[in-house]
Nanobody, 125 residues
Framework: VQLQASGGGLVQAGASLRLSCAAS????????VGWFRQAPGKDREFVAA????????FYADSVKGRFTISRDNVESTVYLQMNSLKPEDTAVYYC???????????????????WGQGTLVTVSS
């Protein structure tokens, strides 16, 4: 499966953005799709994930209540709605997909087999 992330941009603190992760080659049904981010000089970190089996969502504590992950009904795109953005949300955001079902593996980037290119989100204060 090929993934294409888009929707990044430059916004002010408090604004919103919606990132999209579009799949080609097959649908995302059956996968867990995650969003990760990497700020300059920092390690890549887990942001959110959507597990198709059961429709469960998972969030990092730093984004709970502000970010929402969802999917479209065609099963080919996963969205990350980001509200109340903060300067510390500034990073390159990546989407990824895994067919592995272990819940414990969801926040771990090495668990994901497929990655899209990143999209840059910059939040100014």
């Amino acid at each position: 499966v090929q993934l294409q992330a888009s929707g990044g941009g430059l916004v002010q603190a408090g604004a919103s953005l919606r990132l999209s992760c579009a799949a080609s080659g097959r649908t995302l049904s059956g996968y867990t799709v995650g969003w990760f981010r990497q700020a300059p000089g920092k390690d890549r970190e887990f942001v959110a994930a959507f597990r198709w089996s059961g429709g469960r969502t998972f969030y990092a504590d730093s984004v709970k209540g502000r970010f929402t992950i969802s999917r479209d009904n065609v099963e080919s795109t996963v969205y990350l709605q980001m509200n109340s953005l903060k300067p510390e949300d500034t990073a390159v955001y990546y989407c990824a997909a895994t067919s592995r079902g272990l819940l414990a593996a969801i926040p771990i980037s090495s668990s994901y087999e497929y990655w899209g290119q990143g999209t840059l989100v910059t939040v100014s204060s």
